[in-house]
């Protein structure tokens, strides 16, 4: 199964949409198995949006990430990468399809509620900056096959 990062931003905790959100993943049928919450340090979150240093924006990224506690979750499954991208939704809130994470809760690019991983190799990256191989449970349903079709 393929793994992806997500993390529910200051924004989306602090508005109480962490159960409506892990809720949205485990209806697609996808898999929780890490999960933290957590004020991320500075050296993380830099580690983080490491292809935003140089951009304008990235100070304020930086201060409102570590305004207030993140969720930060690893989410297992088959095209896992895809399906998470799909339920958040596109960047900009005011662009993002309703029924989609960000359309449904986004107001401002600034604050669009939600982080995913944009690629496998960029969820690798990720989950590898916030979890350790032994935070992440292994586990198998007890019957896959109401998910997937084998």
């Keep these: ?12 905790v602090q508005r109480g949409l962490v159960g409506e959100i892990v809720s949205r993943f485990e209806k697609k049928g996808l898999k929780l198995v890490a999960a933290q919450f ?13 292809e935003h240093l140089a951009k304008p924006f990235f100070p ?7 305004s207030g506690p993140c969720f930060l979750m690893v989410w297992e499954g088959r095209n896992v990468v895809a399906i998470a991208r799909t339920l958040i939704g596109a960047t ?11 359309g449904d809760f986004g107001i401002d690019i600034g604050r669009n509620v939600i982080h995913g991983s944009d690629s496998p ?25 109401i998910i997937y079709e084998y």
């Design 1 to 12: 199964m393929d793994r992806t990062f997500v993390m529910i931003k200051p924004d989306g």
């Design 92 to 102: 900009n809130p005011q662009e993002a399809a309703p029924g989609t994470i960000r």
């Design 121 to 145: 190799q960029s969820a690798a990256r990720e989950i590898g900056i916030h979890f350790r191989q032994d935070d992440i449970v292994s586990f198998t349903r007890i019957d896959e096959s």
């Design 38 to 50: 957590e004020n991320l340090p500075e050296g993380r979150v830099t580690e983080q949006y490491q």
């Design 60 to 66: 304020s990224l930086k201060t409102y990430i570590m």
